[in-house]
């Protein structure tokens, strides 16, 4: 059971979430607040395992809110304005939702926080290395395999991974720093400042490059070494 509470100053939304989360079994209400301050009195005081939170609001706005958090529950933004999508989704939150929604799409919305929760909270969570992790693409997450990326390649503030199997790439909004850091320990090298490549995957290393698959992936100078030995 997720327990979760609801950040809005609108009372007819406030309502209506409160009708919506009692329509899902696997949610329990802990608390309708009005403002970001009451909200952060009771993540104070509470365990609150999902948040559902308005951007434009009186005082501390809901993305300032969630910037002033260092361990914020997971979040599902309900809002009038679709601006403030790619804002929020560089927050990691859940989903996104557009006033007005309807049951369907705010169930659909809770389903994929219901899916993470389990999945972070299972009987063996922690005691093994995960096998795969979820990326923002557009308003959807995606599931990413681990076995099944060839390489990922960095452009500026996005990264493309590509998969085996699949012709296109994955494109989503994350650093090569960060997909470093998400990746580290999961047999990806970096061969290059723009590519991670599985080492699994390569079967050729050339002067500048290496080969994974039937693609050429950039080799520098800076990296040639740790490949090398990465391989032996």
């Known amino acids: 059971m997720m327990r979760c509470i609801v950040v809005d100053d609108e009372p007819l939304i406030r309502e209506l979430l409160e009708d919506y989360i009692r329509t899902i079994l696997f949610l329990t209400l802990l608390r309708s607040c009005k403002s970001s301050q009451e909200a952060m009195n009771v993540l104070r005081r509470e365990k609150v395992d999902l948040m559902f939170l308005d951007i434009q609001m009186p005082g ?3 993305i300032s809110f969630l910037q002033s958090l260092d361990d ?3 979040v599902i933004i309900i809002s009038a304005y679709e601006r403030y999508a790619l804002q929020g989704f560089e927050l990691n939150v859940i989903d996104y939702i557009v006033k007005p929604f309807s049951l369907e799409r705010f169930t659909k ?3 994929r926080a219901n899916d993470l929760f389990l999945l972070k909270n299972r009987p063996d969570a922690g005691l093994n290395t995960p096998d795969h992790f979820y990326v923002h693409v557009e308003y959807e997450l995606v599931k990413i395999v681990m076995a099944d990326i060839v390489y990922i390649e960095g452009l500026k503030d996005y990264i493309r991974i590509y998969l085996q199997g699949l012709t ?3 494109l989503t909004r ?3 720093k960060s997909a470093e850091e998400k990746l580290q320990g999961k047999l990806l ?3 290059h400042k723009s590519f991670l490549v599985a080492i ?3 079967t050729a290393v050339k002067r500048n490059c290496v080969i994974a698959g039937e693609k050429e992936i950039p ?3 800076h990296y040639r070494k740790a490949v090398l030995e990465l391989l032996k």
């Open 60 to 62: 501390i706005s809901g």
């Open 72 to 74: 914020p529950p997971m």
């Open 109 to 111: 919305a809770c389903t």
């Open 168 to 170: 296109w790439p994955v």
């Open 174 to 176: 994350m650093s090569m």
């Open 189 to 191: 090298v970096r061969t």
């Open 200 to 202: 699994s995957r390569i």
């Open 219 to 221: 080799l520098s100078a």
